[in-house]
């Protein structure tokens, strides 16, 4: 059984309220599952498991476990909830190269090492997902690149389709302005999503 959008969304609402209530402690606390097995780490428990439907099977418990981990990573320190986020993961790692490029690194260089990172994470098995997530996560957060975490949390359930839509998703953001655009919308485009958080 797949688990809802509405039961993605509630999830996320769940762990945006401890940013909401700045409660470090719940922060803490999900952060201590990055490096570890999703769901060993017992001191998640009570800061995920209230989040979750009554349908969630072991295999996606898993993911909402990492999903809070890396949630909890990426909003350390920060007391706002970004907003405006960009369509998927592939999306915001085209940012990353944006912000990287706009300061003033060489854009073929900064493509070529993203690019890496993307197509590693692409190719991985799904065991493989969380330290993948964990090192791309780091990248994101060090710029202030915002993720849409209800958007990874519904991918990450969906990885292991046949069909790959995925992955094929995110290649498709990152690649999609890779020619044409010139330097000032890739600026203007972090701005307006780096000043987009909740009062």
Known sequence: MITTPVSHYTFIVHLESFVRENNRGALAALRRGLGKQPGTAREMDSYVLPGLSSDVTGKQEDVYYLIGALFAYWYQGRDDIVKNRPANLGDSMRLLVNYETVKGDNKEDVEKRIEKRLVSLLNCHRDDLPEHLRYIIGLLKSKDIP???????????????????????????????????????????????????EE
Do not use: C
């Open 147 to 197: 993720v849409d975490w209800e958007r990874l949390l519904s991918d990450i359930l969906s990885w292991q389709y046949e069909d790959r839509s995925v992955q094929r998703r995110w290649a498709r953001y990152f690649w999609r302005n890779y020619h044409g655009k010139n330097q000032s919308e890739p600026k203007n485009e972090i701005q307006s999503i780096m000043n987009n958080t």
